[in-house]
């Protein structure tokens, strides 16, 4: 091993680098294209869902429940069809998402000291917004129960639960403060794989692959010559996003660096493994685009990044734990929301260690014998 | 959309091409500069010239595929900017580059450019076994183009662009990486076209084939330097061609250099060719000038000029600004 | 013009020529979608149900007991561990084997039989903040629930008046989706982002690929015009892209079920629209791109941010700031989400979604137009 020869590969990348102004362009606005959109677009919190009501009741009650809705954030009243008809048309073209149905005589039901049944009508057609907004219609609605109990004097006498309902870490609950920590360790993997694996078959391309092996270039020379400067680059990535999230979004970091640097440089051991695989069985450019494609999709999809692994069914949930990533995510997150430390991450942390070991030595075993041939 | 306008056949011996104040500029860098072009109809116009001579640009504004900066040119009477749709039909351009679909077969790549060049479907077949027979191509007919060799690829660009049976074929050097066997058959090729009463245009960096061209341009920085045909172009050499032979043709180049009456001397090989402008007989006064010199082995003998060396003289800057007078209008 | 229709057949003979020279390519137009839709609508759904709980009995009674049941009937609780102490709940937590703590103070049900306020602690895990909320909402909804049948049952032996008791009962109804099956919400999107990817990437290197190989300057020495030679490229992924619509549609019906409660003929004229669309955007880009990497570059950054992103695929674009959703507009994913939705899942007809069919009229007029322009003046320079 000759660090010489070492220097003298990471200015050759440095300086190719420098010559392609559209890449260097493109490392620098993907990953401000990424924090806004994963940021405003993926992390958003889905309020002012607009709604329609349908008041047949006409009452102090029917009104006081409307201002409920209106007054929780979550809903805008933007319509107030007469009947129930009118509602198709409105739901059909997607002008409101929600319908609340207030029956005739719901006043007099409730004094009579009955249940009111009233409807609610969320559009299905779109599973997030009616997932959610009929949890804050199911939250409202018992609100305004307890407010009615509350307001007589029978609830001072009778026994009651107060329940204290406390979030932990994430007390806004806000999704960008989860978002941004996975956003890094997906940057990471992003840049490496996609970058490097590109570079790498460029170089096979273009035929200097070759010429290096007629050099006396290590195999391993090549390799630490190679992946410097793409380490660096994903470092300085991360920092950016680091640095958007953190002075942009406002994300709270609770936790230990030591904790993120350790876990980020695990999962980069994983992520340089990938990259030199897909260089490894694409012999064009274009096809290593695809290679990448086909591990992105799904990594994207079942690591937990954007859609939680919570709500997968069960089935699918085993498989989320055969990608790097969601350990990566688990790691990061843990300690960016709840200042996990070491001994509380020790699972994931050791399951890195592992994808690192297995994924890493595999390219690196597999280059060496391509490179050997 | 127009339809394809029919032309009519040209006037035996008018000018198959004709350019004037040609000229094309990439960004600050001039490739084309003010140049004036007349290629006789039936001629085999040789474009000679060192790289980045202008040679590419020039037959790519005369296959209408590149826009002229300023000046004109016309291919047949027709202009290669306003009259596109009467040229195309009547040039094959064949590029410096290999540019057939790799993944395509032999023939399926010819089928291909013949369709689109509205050759009829039973004339394409006969045509197309003809072509690859008569260039030995008609085993590799269901190979993929990328698995030619770089000769049979050459041959593959030209049969394609033969298909249509053009008056007018614009080659940009349509031999260069090919080995000398196939080099000798293209031309062959190139000469029944000849005889056919084609119309050929190649540009080429390989002196020897500008004696197989019945006329030569000798192209540099965007200009004409010279032309004519290869005897008028042999004779624009002024003086006398000696061969100059020693121990050590180093010392001998440096010494006939300094000689007064000697216009150029260059190497070639371990021989050193001199160029005689002088009055009087060369090969006495050279002699006894590397004698003096104590140059051993020393022998002069005169020689008849060939392409190589009336190129170098011409290429050679310090001789060619004493006859660079930019020409105008051809023979 | 039938000149031009055999120039025309030969560019598309020799388009699929390519397709079947490269595997790989049919790769990335069959196999890929279809791998992408099984993973999406297995994997994805936006419900959240069975929260991971952990319950801190520490009153141990049978009211205690009755009332952790309501957390076990619930579905949107699932009681995975009982603890024992309040240090299991930070263990749960760090170890993510729960998100849910619900922990019960000794004297619980004391409290209660003397009438009094007995104390309970939900501890929520916000670091997932979409079951978090979820949880919240309904731990919530649950105790409310809860003490207003304490104060009826109470109410009621006391022999007192009801009218204070009276209850509203939400009913809730889902509309297009009844079972909320986030398959039936994200396939007929899925197949517009699909399409958009297929589309766009692969017509995005068509014609830089022509002027890499040098073949452009041979199109351009042969009488095809321009237009041909677009609708010759055009054709064939025409023709792909509506092989994916329909395996999309049929794997959709006969895996996951998906409803076309509208007519085939609106989805179909919509995907005709789109895919014009989507490859005038590619044929823009191979029109203007400088290289086979740039063009690749560009395709991904147009093609599938913004179709996977900015379409209301997955994510509510009326959600997201103002600004992006302008963003949103220049690209045509977002109509063609609309109209597949409306006709797949409410059944909607091209009369109900004019608007979205002429935006996509529009867009794919336009593109083309541009496309074709640009392209010609690049060739001629």
């Known amino acids: 091993m000759s660090g010489k020869r070492i220097r003298l590969l990471i200015w050759k990348e440095f300086t190719q680098l420098r010559r392609d102004p559209l890449l260097i362009r493109l490392l620098l606005v993907m990953p401000v294209a990424q924090l806004i959109l994963f940021g405003y677009v993926v992390a958003v919190d889905i309020r002012n869902l607009a709604t329609a009501v349908v008041d047949l009741d006409r009452t102090v009650t029917s009104r006081k429940l409307e201002a409920a809705f209106s007054g929780s954030g979550y809903f805008t009243i933007t319509q107030t069809p007469r009947t129930e008809d009118d509602l198709r048309p409105l739901l059909d073209r997607g002008t409101v998402k929600v319908a609340l149905v207030i029956p005739e005589g719901t006043q007099d039901r409730l004094t009579r000291g009955e249940t009111a049944p009233i409807g609610i009508i969320v559009d299905g057609s779109d599973s997030q917004i009616s997932a959610v907004g009929s949890g804050y219609a199911s939250q409202i609605v018992a609100q305004f129960n307890a407010d009615r109990r509350e307001a007589s004097g029978v609830a001072i006498e009778a026994p009651g639960i107060d329940a204290r309902v406390r979030v932990m870490f994430n007390p806004t609950l806000d999704p960008v403060n989860t978002m941004i920590p996975g956003l890094i360790a997906a940057i990471m993997m992003i840049s490496l794989m996609v970058i490097m694996s590109q570079a790498v078959v460029k170089e096979r391309e273009s035929g200097t692959l070759e010429q290096m092996f007629v050099t006396p270039i290590k195999a391993t020379e090549y390799l630490i010559g190679k992946l410097t400067p793409y380490a660096a680059l994903a470092t300085a990535q991360m920092l950016l996003v680091a640095a958007g999230g953190l002075f942009w979004f406002r994300v709270p970091f609770n936790g230990s660096v030591w904790v993120v640097l350790v876990g980020l440089t695990l999962f980069m051991f994983t992520c340089i493994g990938l990259g030199l695989l897909v260089s490894l069985v694409s012999r064009t450019r274009h096809q290593a685009q695809q290679a990448v494609m086909f591990i992105m999709i799904p990594t994207m999809v079942l690591s937990g990044f954007i859609f939680p692994i919570q709500s997968m069914p069960a089935i699918i949930q085993p498989l989320t734990n055969l990608i790097p990533l969601t350990f990566a995510l688990q790691v990061l997150r843990g300690a960016f929301v709840k200042g996990s430390d070491f001994a509380a991450l020790a699972v994931p942390m050791l399951a890195l260690v592992g994808f690192g070991v297995v994924i890493f030595g595999a390219s690196i075993v597999a280059t060496r014998r391509r490179i050997a041939e | ?331 | ?381």
Not at chain 2, 205 to 225: K, N, Q, S, V, W
Not at chain 2, 296 to 303: E, K, N, S
Request: charged fraction near 20%; hydrophobic fraction near 50%; charge should be negative.
């Open chain 2, 1 to 331: 959309m127009p339809a394809l306008p029919t032309t009519p056949a040209p006037p035996p011996g008018a000018d198959a091409i004709r350019a004037r104040g040609l000229r094309r500029t990439f960004g600050d860098t001039v490739a084309v500069d003010g140049l004036d072009l007349d290629v006789p109809t039936g001629a085999v116009f040789g474009l000679l010239g060192p790289d980045g001579a202008g040679k590419s640009t020039l037959i790519r504004m005369l296959a209408t595929v590149l826009a002229p900066t300023a000046g004109e040119a016309t291919v047949f009477g027709h202009s290669v900017v306003t009259e596109r749709d009467a040229v195309t039909p009547r040039i094959g351009y064949m590029s410096q580059r290999f540019s057939m679909y790799p993944d395509l077969s032999v023939a399926e790549n010819m089928e291909f450019f013949a369709t689109i060049r509205g050759v009829g479907r039973a004339d394409r077949r006969t045509r197309a076994r003809q072509l690859l027979e008569g260039m030995g191509l008609d085993e590799f007919t269901t190979r993929q183009a990328q698995f030619l060799s770089g000769g049979m690829k050459q041959k593959l660009m030209l049969a394609t662009t033969l298909m249509h049976r053009p008056d007018l074929l614009l080659l940009d050097e349509p031999t260069t990486g090919v080995d000398p066997v196939s080099r000798r058959e293209f031309w062959r090729i190139l000469a029944g076209l000849h005889a056919d009463g084609r119309t050929v245009l190649v540009a080429t960096p390989y002196m020897d084939e500008a004696e197989r061209c019945t006329h030569i341009a000798f192209l540099d920085g965007g200009r004409i330097r010279q032309h004519g045909t290869p005897d008028e172009i042999k004779a624009k050499v002024p003086g006398r061609l000696l061969e100059v032979t020693a121990a050590d043709p180093r010392a001998a180049m440096a010494v006939v250099d300094g000689v007064a009456g000697v216009t150029s001397a260059h190497l070639l090989g371990d021989v050193v060719r001199v160029l005689w402008d002088g009055a009087g007989d060369p090969a006495p006064t050279l002699a006894s000038a590397l004698a003096a010199a104590g140059v051993r082995d020393v022998g002069v003998r005169p020689v008849a000029p060939d392409m190589e060396t009336v190129f170098a003289y011409l290429a050679d800057p310090s001789t060619r600004a004493a006859d660079a007078e930019p020409e105008v209008a051809a023979s």
């Open chain 3, 1 to 381: 013009m039938s000149g031009a229709l055999v120039r025309m057949g030969a560019i598309v003979r020799k388009e699929f020529r390519h397709l079947g020279r490269d595997p790989r390519m049919l790769l990335a137009v069959v196999i890929t979608p279809v791998i992408q839709l099984l993973l999406f609508a297995y994997a994805i759904s936006f419900d959240v149900e069975n929260v991971p709980t952990i319950v801190i009995d520490l009153d141990r009674t049978p009211t205690s007991r009755s009332y952790l049941e309501k957390y076990e009937a619930s579905p949107f609780f699932e009681v995975v561990e009982h603890g024992s102490t309040l240090a299991d709940v930070d263990d749960a937590f760090d170890h993510n084997t729960a998100r849910v703590a619900v922990v019960i103070s000794a004297g619980f049900a004391r409290t209660l039989d003397g009438g009094g306020q007995a104390q309970v602690a939900v501890l929520v895990d916000g670091s997932e903040p979409t079951a978090a909320k979820v949880a919240q909402t309904y731990s919530v909804a649950l105790n409310q629930l809860y003490t207003q049948q304490l104060t009826r049952a109470w109410a009621d032996a006391q022999g007192l008046d009801l009218s204070s008791l009276g209850m509203l009962e939400p009913r809730v109804r889902t509309w297009y989706n009844p079972e909320r099956r986030s398959s039936d919400f994200l396939i007929p999107g899925l197949m517009v982002v699909i399409i958009a990817i297929v589309t766009v990437q692969q017509t995005a290197v068509t014609l830089v690929r022509e002027r890499d190989l040098g073949t452009q300057e041979q199109l351009e020495v042969s009488p095809m015009r321009r237009i041909e030679l677009m609708v010759g490229k055009l054709l064939p992924w025409t023709l792909i892209a509506f092989l994916d619509v329909v395996m999309i549609t049929l794997l959709g019906r006969a895996l996951f079920g998906i409803p076309l409660r509208g007519q085939p003929v609106a989805l179909a004229l919509g995907a005709a629209l789109f895919v014009f669309a989507s490859l005038g955007m590619g044929l823009l880009i191979s029109a203007i791109a400088p290289s086979m990497d740039t063009a690749n570059i560009i395709a991904l950054l147009i093609a599938f941010l913004p179709s996977f992103l900015l379409s209301g695929f997955a994510f509510d674009l009326a959600q997201v700031p103002i600004v992006l959703q302008w963003l949103a507009y220049a690209f045509p994913a977002q109509y063609m989400v609309t109209i597949s939705r409306a006709v797949f899942l409410k059944g909607a007809g091209v009369a109900d979604l004019w608007p979205e069919f002429a935006a996509l009229a529009a867009y794919a007029a336009v593109m083309l137009g541009i496309s074709s322009l640009l392209y010609g003046r690049r060739s001629s320079r």
